[in-house]
């Protein structure tokens, strides 16, 4: 406990105090409490407007990062995914339309809370639980940090390929809709993370003779397209009237003894639940908002209350998609996989500052893994502070019509994906994609399945090719070493166990619902 509270404190002192001297080095300025302040910021912006994402506003800035100290670059990037979370309460109980997804069920009951005259203890609690889940997280991702470095250290070629196969069939499990389509989804994507050159030949495969895909497919022109431009399409089928903006003042923004009381419970476990289910491969912020909100009404004495103004509707999914956020880091820092397709934007980033995730993180470059750590803290309290009083410009932004508000989006977008490679192909391979993620939503097809196949495609294929070469060609090395034997019959036991038709029938009852 001691180590760890000395670990914390070493992370609270790279975020507070390692300062940049500006006005001709007289006046310091807390560098990474800077970058700590803007990712919130952005973050709450990006979950405030829809029709844009984290995963395309984290990949938009990426080029940014190239110019900035490693610390401060992921401190920012965390501080927008986890801000995010904020800025889409606000858009789902004042406008009736998440800003993000993970903020879907929160228009339920927290647009009804408007409409009743109650927007502010709504947003309130939102914020309040958000912040109570953020705190827990971060001690929950700082407690697990050691043991599960010390865990990855043992794991060799077949562990690890063993891991990602499991990863892949839990994104599986816990996606939207049919379990075959969610089988495409991956199948498709680990086949597109193969275009490109062999990892050791240098030989091209399915590039068709095509030079910019020589390189392969960028992972940011896949997130852009399937997260950025489909979604941009897809919102804009709204039709304009469907923002129901609320037009009173907002006011009373404490809620009261009975609002703390009746949430207390419902925040404890979202943040339960939503750090759980942010740790899993392919679950994420988005099934954690849906699973605490499917909780809360299914254990309520009265359930008829929900979709009616219930503060339990609120509290519980935006406790649960932060937690889930937060907690989205542990196998990315521990274990160098990323769970989901903002993770995989991070290694990106990781990577164009040379450092590699995964265990040797904490190791080498503890300032790095504790600073992020710590800065969670200050921007989960950042954004408490700057939330509410902003309501008022949040709503005014909310006010700018689509039509003004959407070629813009796409403008960014568009010079976000320039700028990663000065390349104009990206730019077009980023529409395609656009197009093909709103056909695969107009489809019932869910895009997460398949960036994470795409993600981890390449770390599959190198260590499957080494656990091979180590085991001179023979198969059975995966089920005779214990771990990842263990790992193997998992994925396959949750697979079938998904097949069945009555497990099927109650997993699609779970989602419609």
Not at 76 to 84: E, P
Not at 222 to 227: H, Q, R, T
Not at 365 to 391: D, R
Request: glycine share 12%.
């Amino acid at each position: 406990m001691t180590e760890l509270l000395n670990h914390l404190g070493q992370g609270l002192g790279v975020v507070l105090f390692q300062s940049v001297y500006w006005l001709f080095g007289i006046i310091p300025l807390p560098m990474n409490v800077l970058f700590c302040l803007l990712g919130a910021l952005v973050g709450t912006l990006v979950g405030v407007l829809p029709g844009i994402g984290t995963v395309a506003t984290i990949a938009m800035l990426l080029p940014i990062t190239f110019g900035l100290p490693p610390v401060g670059a992921l401190i920012m990037l965390a501080g927008i995914y986890y801000g995010a979370q904020y800025g889409g309460s606000t858009t789902s109980v004042l406008v009736n339309i998440p800003g993000e997804a993970t903020s879907v069920v929160t228009c339920l009951d927290g647009h009804q809370m408007a409409r009743q005259g109650r927007a502010g203890p709504a947003l309130s609690i939102a914020a309040i639980g958000s912040f109570f889940a953020g705190c827990v997280a971060t001690v929950l991702v700082a407690a697990l940090g050691a043991p599960l470095t010390s865990l990855a250290l043992l794991f060799g070629p077949a562990e690890y390929f063993s891991l990602m196969v499991l990863g892949l069939i839990f994104a599986v499990v816990l996606a939207k809709g049919s379990v075959l389509k969610a089988v495409v989804m991956v199948l498709t994507g680990l086949l597109l993370s193969m275009v490109g050159s062999d990892l050791e030949t240098g030989a091209g495969r399915m590039t068709f003779d095509i030079a910019e895909l020589a390189d392969g497919i960028g992972f940011a022109n896949i997130a852009m397209g399937l997260f950025g431009f489909a979604e941009i399409i897809r919102n804009l089928e709204l039709p304009a009237e469907s923002r129901d903006i609320v037009q009173a003042k907002i006011t009373g923004l404490m809620p009261t003894r009975k609002d703390l009381m009746d949430s207390a419970g419902a925040i404890v476990r979202g943040t339960g639940l939503g750090s759980l289910l942010g740790i899993l491969p392919g679950g994420g912020a988005v099934i954690a908002s849906f699973a605490a909100y499917t909780f809360e009404k299914r254990i309520a004495k009265d359930p008829s209350r929900f979709g009616r103004g219930a503060i339990e509707g609120v509290a519980a999914p935006e406790s649960a998609n932060n937690a889930a956020a937060q907690t989205s880091f542990i196998p990315l820092l521990t274990l160098g996989i990323p769970p989901n397709a903002v993770m995989a934007l991070m290694v990106g980033a990781m990577t164009i500052h040379g450092i590699v995730p995964g265990p040797q993180v904490m190791t080498k470059q503890p300032e790095l893994f504790w600073g992020m750590i710590s800065s969670m803290w200050v921007g989960n309290l950042m954004l408490i502070v700057i939330n509410l009083p902003l309501v008022g410009v949040w709503v005014s932004l909310l006010r700018v019509p689509y039509r003004l508000l959407f070629p813009s989006i796409i403008v960014f977008c568009c010079i976000g994906i320039y700028s990663i490679n000065n390349s104009p192909t990206d730019v077009v391979i980023s529409a395609i994609f656009g197009v093909i993620g709103f056909w695969l939503v107009k489809h019932d097809f869910e895009p997460a399945p398949l960036t994470l196949g795409f993600v981890l495609g390449p770390l599959m294929e190198e260590n499957l090719r080494r656990a091979m070469l180590i085991a001179r060609g023979d198969v059975s090395v995966f089920f005779t070493r214990p771990i990842s034997a263990v790992l193997l019959i998992t994925a396959i036991i949750l697979l079938v166990v998904a097949a069945l038709p009555k497990i099927r029938r109650r997993r699609d009852e779970v989602f419609v619902e």
